[in-house]
Structure formats: structure tokens, C-alpha cells
Nanobody, 118 residues
């Protein structure tokens, strides 16, 4: 079982990026899915989350600019990031709570770098 994140890159301030994270392997059920980010020298913080019933929540710093969504048929969560700011620069990690053969567990993706230039 793994989470594979993609979509990071370098973008100018005001631009947009879309991150994707696909879960694969022997998965019975996917619970909530989230995006976190970690800037150099800082802790990893929650950016946005989405429940299995598509209820969403956002950090105040991204509310109104970012949108999280999921496609349950593809076991994939997305993060549409608009009006990006230099302070959004960080490594972005996807997280999911997955039911596998052994029960419910937390899984993390490998991280994808987002760099916003001013």
C-alpha cells in the first residue's frame, strides 16, 4: 500500500498548481484524505482535508485559494492551489487513513516540492 504524490513544481506568485495523490495496493476502504506542508525549519502543518463524504476543511492561510477534492473511483485526492504566494513554498505531503487487510492505518506520501517565486 502506498500513496504517490505528484504535481509540484516552480511557479510565479499569483500562479496555480494542482497536486495529485493516488493510493494503490490492497485497500478495502479510504477514510479521510489530507494535504500537509512543511517549510524549511518549520513543523508539518495541515493545509486541507476531505472526509469520505466529501466534507472539507482548510487552514486559514489557504482558505479561499486552495480547493481539495477526491475521486473515490480512482483512490485519488487533489489539491488545486490558486493565487499562490511565496509563503506557500514548502514540501507538500498527502496523508490518508486506509483500511487494509490488517485494519485501519495512517499512510503518507513521499512529498512533492512546491516553490513559489516572488
Amino acid at each position: 500500500v502506498q500513496l504517490q504524490a505528484s504535481g509540484g513544481g516552480l511557479v510565479q506568485a499569483g500562479g496555480s498548481l494542482r497536486l495529485s495523490c493516488a493510493a494503490s495496493g490492497s485497500i478495502f476502504t479510504i477514510g479521510r484524505m489530507d494535504w500537509y506542508r512543511q517549510a524549511p525549519g518549520k513543523q508539518r502543518d495541515l493545509v486541507a482535508g476531505i472526509s469520505s463524504t466529501h466534507i472539507t476543511n482548510y487552514a486559514d492561510s489557504v482558505n479561499g485559494r486552495f480547493a481539495i477534492s477526491r475521486d473515490n473511483a480512482k483512490n485519488t485526492v487533489y489539491l488545486q492551489m490558486n493565487t499562490l504566494k511565496p509563503e506557500d513554498t514548502a514540501v507538500y505531503y498527502c496523508h490518508a487513513v486506509l483500511q487494509t487487510v490488517g485494519g485501519w492505518f495512517d499512510y503518507w506520501g513521499q512529498g512533492t516540492q512546491v516553490t513559489v517565486s516572488s
